[in-house]
């Protein structure tokens, strides 16, 4: 009994560097430029662009408030934490795990500062 606990034991820790390995973390920071589906398309602060997908599992908040997919629209600012994984075709792709709306998108930022 006590030989099968340490065999399962060494298993189990043998298999974690494989699973912490499968991905990394990336913080995306940018403009909603195109929303489609399940897919934002970011214009980020270098002014490249960057798709990330979003999941059922993503958290969306604005703030401390959890919002909406509906929600976030085209201008709005947000700060990603993603995934970076293996899409089907073996091309990376970054899956969200968080996405932090900024309070008001930057147009209404632009527009209050001019009246």
Do not use: W
């Amino acid at each position: 009994m006590k030989r099968m606990l340490v065999a399962l034991t060494y298993i189990g820790l043998s298999a974690l560097p494989v699973l912490a390995h499968s991905g990394h973390h990336e913080r995306i920071m940018g403009t909603v430029s195109t929303i489609q589906d399940t897919r934002l398309e970011i214009k980020v602060t270098t002014g490249k662009t960057s798709n990330v997908f979003l999941t059922e599992k993503t958290k969306l908040l604005r703030g401390k408030e959890t919002v909406k997919r509906a929600d976030i629209k085209t201008g709005d600012r947000v700060v990603i934490t993603a995934m970076s994984m293996k899409g089907s075709d073996g091309k990376p792709m970054l899956m969200a795990e968080e996405v932090r709306l900024g309070s008001a998108p930057l147009e209404k930022l632009k527009t209050k500062k001019h009246d």
